[in-house]
């Protein structure tokens, strides 16, 4: 899900955690405010995973919607499309029109079984989502996900660097 913050954060993210999602057969949901579509070639490839692997993709506009029984939760902030076209500043302001998107406590008993939280960090605490949320010992997910991905970026650094993993 897109997520207020007022950081003017790039796409990568966001558009690589949903393709992955579609090509392992998930069910994906891309929430988004109208004017923060992904790249058109990134959603294409994701449908084309999604149908290879037996997933699904859907992209809504209606946050509470796409939360509805929704098992794992990617609140993130992310650009527009134009931004490099309307500049930071106009990027923020836009932003703050949906202050609203984001990833609550109250949301997450209301709508989603069980909701739990993945980021790639660092989170915007009580932006994207609500810090209680980031501190739940038993939904929050994101510091795993944090230290996984050290060690895949060591592994990658030591291939690159000439090295082999055994």
């Not at 994906?28 to 084309?48: I, N, Q, R, W």
């Not at 008993?109 to 980031?134: Q, S, T």
Request: hydrophobic share 40%; proline share 4%; charged share 30%.
């Amino acid at each position: 899900m897109w997520a207020y913050s007022p950081w003017a954060r790039s796409l990568g993210s966001v558009q690589e955690e949903m393709i992955v999602a579609a090509r392992f057969g998930l069910e994906v949901v891309v929430a988004h405010p109208k004017g923060y579509e992904l790249e058109s070639e990134a959603l294409a490839l994701a449908k084309k995973y999604a149908e290879e692997s037996g997933g699904k993709l859907e992209v809504t506009n209606e946050l509470d919607d796409a939360l509805k029984g929704a098992t794992i939760v990617f609140p993130r902030g992310w650009m527009s499309l134009r931004r490099y076209e309307i500049g930071k500043e106009a990027e923020i302001k836009n932003a703050e029109k949906f202050k609203d998107w984001k990833y609550t406590r109250k949301r997450q008993k209301e709508v989603c079984k069980p909701g739990y939280l993945m980021h790639v960090m660092p989170i915007d605490r009580g932006n994207e989502a609500d810090p209680e949320l980031g501190d739940d010992p038993v939904l929050s997910w994101m510091y795993d996900q944090a230290e996984n991905r050290l060690h895949t970026q060591k592994a990658i650094l030591s291939l690159v660097m000439g090295g082999r993993i055994s």
